[in-house]
T-cell receptor, first 111, second 120 residues
Framework: SQELEQSPQSLIVQEGKNLTINCTSS?????LYWYKQKYGEGLIFLMM?????EEKSHEKITAKLDEKKQQSSLHITASQPSHAGIYLC???????????FGTGTRLKVLA | DTAVSQTPKYLVTQMGNDKSIKCEQN?????MYWYKQDSKKFLKIMFS???????INETVPNRFSPKSPDKAHLNLHINSLELGDSAVYFC???????????????????FGPGTRLTVL
């Protein structure tokens, strides 16, 4: 079955620093989604990537999908305390009716 | 306007009780889902309904029963609650199941705020 592995599992950075979170799939992705979850709250959709090599940005967050469509990275520039939370990648599992999520990355930003 | 809403947000109950969590979406979507988030924050799908029909039914105890009175609602009923049922439950919706059968997964899912269930 298809799996999504995220790294790192947790991350603590100083405010203003850049950081990258990776999401690796065991199979080719047909679409990759990034979400953010604030503690005690629901999931917030960030962006969706479909094509190999695609890159999208929203404010200080940039996500890329590699050419082989098996790995995606989420990059935050000049991190702020408001970026803190759990970041999840998600995708439809190829050949099944499943929507799977990555293992999650817990981000803390120190002021 | 809230797109996907869940009630209650918090639920504390005793073992053995029966409880329900309600979910409503006002996006006009055809498909709704229930997920369980475990202690490690990993999301696992439980059920999916498309046009009021059960599409996905993962391996969950029979004590969990989804009910979809109409396309905009998917409620989760849990009988004989156990300690291990404590978790955060998320409801979600998407336009349809387009691309799920090995095609192009382009359908965005919109999530509710979650219901934190604590079984004592």
């Amino acid at each position: 079955s298809q799996e999504l592995e995220q790294s790192p599992q947790s991350l603590i950075v100083q405010e203003g620093k850049n950081l990258t979170i990776n999401c690796t799939s065991s199979k080719t992705l047909y679409g990759l989604y990034w979400y953010k979850q604030k503690y005690g709250e629901g999931l917030i959709f960030l962006m969706m990537l479909q094509k190999g090599g695609e890159e999208k940005s929203h404010e200080k967050i940039t996500a890329k999908l590699d050419e082989k469509k098996q790995q995606s990275s989420l990059h935050i520039t000049a991190s702020q305390p408001s970026h803190a939370g759990i970041y999840l990648c998600g995708a439809f599992s190829r050949g099944t009716y499943k929507y799977i999520f990555g293992t999650g990355t817990r981000l803390k930003v120190l002021a | 306007d809230t797109a996907v809403s869940q009630t209650p947000k918090y639920l504390v109950t005793q073992m053995g009780n029966d409880k329900s969590i309600k979910c409503e979406q006002n996006l006009g979507h055809d498909t709704m889902y229930w997920y369980k988030q475990d202690s490690k924050k990993f999301l696992k799908i439980m059920f999916s309904y498309n046009n009021k029909e059960l599409i996905i039914n993962e391996t969950v105890p029979n004590r969990f029963s989804p009910k979809s009175p109409d396309k905009a609602h998917l409620n989760l009923h849990i009988n004989s609650l156990e300690l291990g049922d404590s978790a955060v439950y998320f409801c979600a919706s998407s336009q349809d199941l387009r691309g799920l059968a090995g095609g192009f997964g382009t359908d965005t899912q919109y999530f509710g705020p979650g219901t934190r269930l604590t079984v004592l």
